[in-house]
């Protein structure tokens, strides 16, 4: 199933289950309190989607998770894939601006499969990492590239506020193998790529990144874009489409 997190006519966010065009009211957060529902529907044109989950503790990406990404990096790089981390204040919903910072260079998106952790996760064997998954959702994993060349570590170039924005829904049924990724800008279609070119697989990224740090529910896994051209300026829409979870549609503002 699809669920949204939304607000309508003013109201508290709530969570809802996507049907046709409706979304069914659920009484709690699902990932805590599970699907009773309310009764209650709400036409899905007169709602505001927000970000599906808010993490209460991290945003844990992976780069150079597809062939070829290493192009992006000066030669002699280190090109196997890196773990790193975005703070959960970079995280925002469906069509809330982008907000590109006043630094030189160029700033990239990376459309992304985002992996929605549902329970605490230590040291999870790859065999197990299904039941630790809640759902997955949409990712766009914005990068300051060239400050992050210039920095030589990857922190401040993904962690500005508005660089991970994430919907439109969580799809609790998704099959990852085999998922396309593709995003456009402006209608031009930038990157185009599939989940089975990953380089490591999602049960491999659960095992190698609980290793490392305990997930909680609601922790994020961004598991990498392919490569295309990335680089996205003031004024554009970037569109992020992956197998049935949607499109996750953003636009692009300097900051003022």
């Given amino acids: 199933m699809k ?69 992006l990096l000066p030669a002699g790089s280190k ?26 260079g ?46 030589g570590q990857w922190a401040r170039a993904k962690g500005y506020d508005t660089f991970c924005p994430i919907g439109p829904f969580i799809e609790t049924d998704l099959d990852p193998r085999g998922v396309p990724i593709r995003t456009v800008v402006d209608g ?3 990157s185009s790529g599939h989940t089975r070119d990953l380089i490591l697989s999602i049960p491999e990224i659960i095992a190698r990144v609980s290793d490392v740090w305990t997930l909680l529910p609601g922790d994020l896994i961004l598991t990498g874009s392919p490569l295309g051209r990335l680089e996205i300026e003031d004024g554009q829409r970037v569109e992020v489409e992956i197998g049935t979870i949607g499109r996750l549609v953003n636009p692009v503002r300097n900051r003022g």
């Fill in 3 to 71: 669920i949204a997190r939304f607000t309508s006519g003013g109201s508290d966010p709530q969570f809802g289950i996507v049907d046709d065009e409706d979304l069914v009211v659920v009484a709690g957060d699902p990932m805590f309190q599970g699907f009773e529902t309310t009764g209650e529907r709400v036409p899905l044109a007169e709602a505001k989607l927000l970000a599906p989950v808010i993490p209460r503790s991290k945003v844990v990406g992976i780069g150079l998770n597809y062939p070829g990404v290493e192009a």
């Fill in 79 to 104: 090109t196997d894939p890196v773990i790193f981390l975005k703070p959960n204040t970079s995280v925002v919903g469906p069509g809330d601006a982008i907000q590109l910072p006043p630094v030189p």
């Fill in 106 to 151: 160029r700033v990239l998106h990376e459309g992304e499969l985002a992996i929605v952790i549902g329970s605490v996760a230590k040291r999870v064997r790859e065999e197990d990492a299904d039941d630790v998954v809640f759902g997955y959702t949409i990712a766009n994993d914005v990068t300051a590239i060239d400050q992050m060349l210039d920095d």
């Fill in 188 to 190: 031009e279609e930038r």
